[in-house]
Structures are given as C-alpha cells and as structure tokens.
C-alpha cells in the first residue's frame, strides 16, 4: 500500500469521525432547545396569570411568581449542566494527515 492510500483512509476515519461529532452535536442542539423551550412555555404562561391575577387576587399571582422563578432556576441548572459538559469535553483540532 503506498503512501498516499494510506493518508487517504487516514483522512477518511478522521472525516468520519468529524461527521459523527457534527451529528452528535446537532442532536445535543435538539434536545436543549426542546429543555429550554419546554419551560419557557410555562413561565410563559405563569407570568401572564399572574398578570391577570395581580390586581384581584394577590395571593394567585403570588403562587404564579413562585413558579416562573422555579422554572427560571431549572432552565439555570440546565444550562449549567450544559456548561460544565462543554468545559470537560475536549476538542479535536480540525487537521487532515499529510
């Protein structure tokens, strides 16, 4: 096998390998965004509840206000997550070998 065969399919494992990375990462985008959104529909909604309850029943709004701060800090410990996930993965150098 000469040489140039070889840093061929070297070339090719590591393509490969870089389209799995790509699609591992898309499907990490996908789930975030379904982790995000998920909640930010309901702050969503308890916000304008207790919007809706400010004036007529203080202690409603108060209960809906203790729930967008609930998901807030889920949406925080997710995006943590996600955080510290990216700090302990390394990143491969984006090199072919010649």
């Known amino acids: 096998m000469d040489t140039e065969r070889v840093t061929d399919l070297a070339n090719d494992v590591l393509y490969g390998e870089r389209a799995h990375a790509i699609e591992s990462a898309r ?3 996908w789930t975030l965004v379904h982790e995000l959104r998920q909640p930010m529909t309901l702050i969503s909604g308890h916000a304008q509840l207790a919007r809706k309850h400010l004036r007529t029943n203080v202690d409603r709004a108060e209960a ?13 410990r ?3 997550q996600v955080l510290a996930d990216l700090r302990t993965t390394k990143s491969k150098p984006n090199e072919t070998i010649a």
Do not use: K, W
Not at 64 to 76: K, N, P, Q
């Open 78 to 80: 997710i995006l943590g």
């Open 64 to 76: 809906e206000l203790s729930e967008v701060i609930a998901e807030i800090a889920r949406i925080d």
């Open 27 to 29: 499907d990490n985008a």
